[in-house]
């Protein structure tokens, strides 16, 4: 077989509304804790610039993720997509 080609019994999981809002909200709850982590705990105790942008990526990188994620999730409901 192919690897480009999809077996014939393998079904698409149907698509859900319901767990896509919910991994979204995780994403963005993720974002929140680690900016509180950051701010809290990480920033007093580190004072190297390296260390500064390394924290800013932790920052960034779910953050990120949560836009990117509700993001799609609002261009599905304009679309008109069901389950939006």
């Known amino acids: ?3 480009r080609t999809i077996p014939r019994d393998v079904e698409a999981r ?3 509304a319901g767990e896509r ?3 979204a909200t995780l994403i963005t709850l993720d974002s929140v ?3 509180i982590q950051a ?3 990480d920033l007093p105790r580190h004072s ?3 260390d500064w942008v390394v924290m800013l990526i932790a920052v960034l990188a779910p953050t990120f993720a949560a ?3 509700w993001s799609g999730r609002a261009h599905r409901r304009a679309r008109g ?3 939006a």
Do not use: N, Q, S
């Open 1 to 3: 077989m192919d690897a």
């Open 81 to 83: 997509a069901i389950g």
């Open 33 to 35: 804790v680690t900016l």
């Open 48 to 50: 190297a610039p390296l």
């Open 21 to 23: 809002a919910r991994v």
């Open 39 to 41: 701010v809290g705990y």
């Open 67 to 69: 836009i990117l994620l």
């Open 14 to 16: 149907p698509d859900d």
